[in-house]
């Protein structure tokens, strides 16, 4: 055991550039952030985080802090400042390393985005994941349960909060070192890279929530709004070339098929491999004119267009030519809406990657239309499996790993109780999904069942994207979709 403000001074110093001298100052600037009382109360932690949180319960005791789950998390950001540089060092960091290495620069900064708490580790690994096989190869799922469920007291105080529009939103710059309040997120400890993408100023930082490996975003810092464009794939394949190892995306820029913020640019990336860019090409083609660019079909259920190529000025054109055209193209026999009036339709939710020495860009051709028939979306997840997903399919999800809420925890104990003819609160909604699990496992056991509904989650799963695919996976689509192809010209 030790005293909590030595222990948590002493690894200050050890994890960021004060030094010994510095030692007084820190305890006093923790002593103004806690309270004074019970300070040097014995601990049993030695990790920072650790000690931090035991900080965050003596200042509620001290009465320094209130007791909701967003106070402790603006002080908590607060003390991690302390370990975290300021933001024109860790820039200069990161060019300096990154000029000898681009891999340790981000390794670096990677690191210390969790270091510092700004990435939360611990929550995010209470996520559910795993895989199921499908007939697209196997299909990521993960059940959300790294935010924290909003208190009702929050909730309340948030609604009653004054209603701020500083920072604009939680994508713009100005997030970095802001204190939070109760409905906007802690950011002391949080920090931004700089850098030009075009003759643009965009800024690179972590996803708090990560839902994959080194989940990154890449921002604009004007608050300008998404818009798919040529700049949109010049940028995302210098993304790549800038960071070796990561994939970048990003949602398209209309509602329904996009992403939750329209409002600010910016795209995703990280490094992971999703199931979508193992999936194989059903087609092989080259568009008129660029023999130099191979392009294909990928046998994925939503309707994806690849490029492979030497040359990202030659992509960035392809795929520019194949956007333009996507954007007017309908074809009433598969029910593709260009346009309703003057409200455009169509957009394509775009993925780049380096893989074997090439640049690849995907184009997911996406379509927002609604009917009266399907008023949430012609290609938004239908009435039958809303109960498993019913948020709008943006890019993470596009790339086959789905990211489905937090109620499904609970719920699918349910299911697998009622499969199990066991005493049960599962929801209506479920019932016609779970009677046809039963009826094709007769012989579902405990010991099975688990297993059994995490695979027909899958499946459920796999029948969301096929939704979502403008062009269907029957010979009839198939043939729809090389009409398309096919008046965009190829050779
Ligand atoms: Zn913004």
């Known amino acids: 055991m030790t005293a909590l403000l030595d222990t948590f001074v002493s690894k200050i110093i050890e994890n960021s550039s004060y030094t010994e001298l510095d030692d007084i100052y820190l305890r006093n600037r923790i002593l103004a952030l806690v309270g004074e009382d019970n300070a040097q109360q014995e601990t049993s932690q030695t990790e920072l985080i650790a000690l931090k949180d035991e900080l965050l319960e003596l200042a509620v005791a001290n009465g320094k802090l209130g007791e909701l789950a967003e106070e402790k998390d603006c002080l908590g950001a607060e003390l991690m400042n302390f370990i975290t540089p300021i933001p024109s060092q860790v820039n200069k960091e990161f060019w300096d390393t990154y000029a000898k290495s681009p891999q340790k620069a981000i390794s670096d900064f990677y690191n210390l985005s969790k270091r510092n708490d700004y990435i939360k580790v611990a929550a995010i690994a209470k996520n559910i994941a795993f895989s199921t096989p499908s007939d697209y190869g196997n299909i990521d799922i993960t059940i959300n349960l790294s935010k924290p469920e909003k208190d009702p007291k929050a909730i309340a105080a948030a609604r009653s909060a004054k209603s701020s529009s500083y920072p604009k939103c939680q994508l713009c710059l100005e997030n970095e070192g802001y204190q939070g309040r109760i409905n906007h997120p802690a950011r002391a400890n949080h920090r931004i890279i700089r850098l030009n993408l075009g003759d643009e100023k965009w800024g690179f930082q972590y996803s708090p929530y990560a839902y994959f490996n080194e989940h990154c975003i890449f921002l604009n810092t004007e608050h300008v709004p998404m818009v798919i464009s040529q700049d949109t794939f010049r940028q995302l394949l210098d993304i790549v070339d800038i960071f070796p190892g990561y994939f970048a995306g990003s949602n398209s820029d209309l509602p329904i098929v996009g992403g939750s ?231």
Do not use: C
Request: net charge negative; proline share 5%.
């Open 261 to 491: 913020i329209l409002t600010h640019n910016h795209y995703q990336g990280g490094r992971q491999i999703f199931p979508m860019e193992i999936a194989e090409l059903d087609r092989e083609f080259h568009f008129k004119g660029f023999p130099d660019v191979t392009a294909g079909i990928v046998k994925w259920p939503m309707s994806v267009i690849r490029l492979r190529g030497a040359a990202k000025p030659r992509l960035v054109e392809l795929a520019e030519i194949i956007r333009l055209a996507w954007r007017s193209y309908s074809d009433v026999s598969v029910g593709i809406v260009a346009f309703t009036g003057d409200t455009p339709h169509h957009t394509v939710t775009p993925i780049a990657r380096r893989r074997d020495g090439l640049f690849e860009l995907d184009l997911v051709l996406r379509d927002n239309h609604t009917s009266e028939k399907y008023p949430d979306g012609v290609y938004h997840p239908h009435a039958d499996v809303q109960h498993i997903k019913k948020e709008n399919i943006g890019l993470i999800e596009v790339m086959g790993l789905a990211i489905l809420p937090p109620r499904l925890k609970d719920e699918l104990e349910e299911v697998e109780k009622y499969l199990l003819n066991q005493y049960n609160e599962m929801a209506d909604y479920h019932r016609d999904w779970a009677d046809a699990i039963k009826a094709k496992y007769p012989d579902v056991s405990a010991e099975t069942v688990s297993e059994i509904v995490r695979q027909a989650v899958g499946q459920t799963f796999v029948r969301v994207l096929e939704d979502a695919g403008v062009y269907k996976r029957d010979a009839k689509g198939q043939a729809a979709f090389m009409r398309f192809v096919e008046s965009v010209g190829i050779e």
